[in-house]
């Protein structure tokens, strides 16, 4: 026998043909007629060869996860394909490899078919809550909706809906259909929302500037009236803080045109208020020497000499005339201070000479003396009787009485 036929899985004929060795029997697979025996065994042994490296290689794929489909119409090619390979080697090996593959398949098709429900319902479930949370933004009062922030967060939302529909798992179709037919509908209640908004605001600012220009136009009016229109302009100035906002840059516009229509009054009432200090400026030197005088009453104790010197003060002062307005505050409250003095020195004398305090601070007086006179006799009693705790009491009580009588004037 030649060293071909000690082969395992296949021998050479002595025409050149090559032989496969399977469990019916032997199957020629070619012939390699222009080289020597080994060299034709050699050549199909490495057809063997390099069908176990794709057998090899579709095991490692089915372990590493890949689709199930893929995997299983490989299979099914390779299985075809070593049936009727011309090829020498364990065929019968690759056969049962492959048959192993097929239940690794069906074990892959369930995990696979599990793992995208699960990678589906997380999808669903995240483009839910994009669409609920567009659904808040268009559930808020459009009248306290920041539009600013709103807007960019709708922008925000759209941008997610976007990648999520482009890179996360499918969803059922008519799951995915709904869930747009909900973002759009908060899409667009929020567009409404948002122009309705904008559209009352420009509306109500167009009323605020239509007052306010009204308003100025008043108060430039007042301008030939001069210091005498301030009055008139300080209710304008009122009606203007209660006309609202009209947005920030015509507001600002508009607020210095009205302030220089009162600009122009109130520098006619500081010429007028400068030609007034100096002409009252000698009135202010002469009450503030009657101050110095008026002043000396505060240390007077007789009311009738300290109010017959506060009478010459005050009809003196009324004769003199005004001041500078920014002193007439000043000097004013000294004066009130004086008149505070006597207004006291009279309330004074008042309560001490009111026939009723009177009449009853003498009836209190006359209990008190008898209380008096009654606790003595009873001190001189327990002093008598040398009774220690007889004495500390009459002691007590007729100091507590003592001192009433002391402080209702008796």
Same mark, same amino acid.
């Given at each position: ?35 020597t025996p ?32 893929d ?14 390979a011309?090829?020498?080697?364990n ?9 192993a ?8 098709t369930?995990?696979?078919s ?15 809550e ?22 960019? *967060?709708l922008?925000?939302?759209?941008a ?21 037919k ?12 948002r122009k309705?908004?904008?559209?009352? /605001? ?45 947005g920030?840059?015509?507001?600002d ?13 109130? *520098?006619?009432k500081?010429?007028?208020d ?40 005050q ?29 006291? /020195? ?17 009836g209190? *007086?006359?209990? /008190? ?18 009774d220690p ?9 007729l ?9 209702i004037?008796?």
């Amino acid at each position: 026998m030649t060293t071909t036929d000690q082969q395992p899985w296949g021998r050479v004929d002595e025409t050149g043909t090559v032989y496969v060795r399977e469990a019916s029997g032997e199957r020629a697979v070619g012939q390699y007629p222009d080289g020597t025996p080994e060299e034709a065994l050699a050549y199909f042994e490495r057809k063997y060869v390099e069908l176990n490296g794709q057998v090899t290689l579709l095991e490692q794929r089915a372990r590493g996860g890949a689709p199930a489909a893929d995997i299983a119409k490989a299979v099914a090619h390779l299985q075809e394909t070593v049936a009727t390979a011309n090829a020498v080697g364990n065929l019968a090996a690759l056969v049962e490899r492959l048959g192993a593959l097929g239940g690794t398949v069906t074990e892959l098709t369930e995990q696979q078919s599990a793992e995208a429900k699960a990678a589906s319902a997380a999808a669903l479930a995240e483009r839910t809550e994009i669409v609920e949370q567009a659904e808040r933004l268009a559930a808020e009062d459009p009248a306290k909706t920041q539009w600013k922030q709103a807007s960019a *967060a709708l922008d925000e939302l759209f941008a997610k809906w976007q990648a999520h529909q482009h890179d996360a798992p499918r969803i059922p179709k008519n799951e995915a259909n709904e869930l747009w037919k909900r973002f759009r509908a908060a899409r667009t209640t929020i567009e409404q929302n948002r122009k309705a908004f904008f559209a009352d /605001l420009d509306s109500a600012h167009r009323d605020v500037r239509n007052r306010k220009q009204q308003l100025i136009s008043q108060a430039e009016a007042l301008a030939p009236r001069g210091a005498d229109g301030i009055p008139a302009y300080r209710e304008l100035l009122e009606e203007w803080k209660l006309a609202g906002r009209s947005g920030k840059k015509q507001d600002d516009a508009m607020w210095a045109k009205f302030k220089a229509a009162g600009d122009v009054l109130f *520098a006619a009432k500081s010429e007028v208020d400068a030609i007034e200090n100096e002409e009252f400026a000698g009135n202010l030197e002469e009450k503030l020497a009657l101050l110095t005088e008026a002043e000396l009453i505060l240390d007077e104790t007789d009311r009738n000499k300290a109010r017959t010197a506060l009478t010459s003060v005050q009809r003196r002062w009324d004769a003199i005339g005004k001041v500078p307005r920014d002193q007439v505050k000043v000097i004013e409250e000294r004066l009130r201070k004086v008149e505070a003095a006597v207004r006291k /020195l009279d309330d004074d004398h008042w309560k001490r000479n009111n026939p009723e305090t009177k009449a009853r601070a003498e009836g209190l *007086a006359g209990q /008190l003396h008898d209380a008096i006179a009654k606790l003595e006799a009873e001190l001189a009693e327990a002093e008598a009787g040398k009774d220690p705790k007889a004495i500390a009491a009459a002691k007590e009580a007729l100091e507590t009485k003592q001192s009433w009588l002391k402080a209702i004037g008796q």
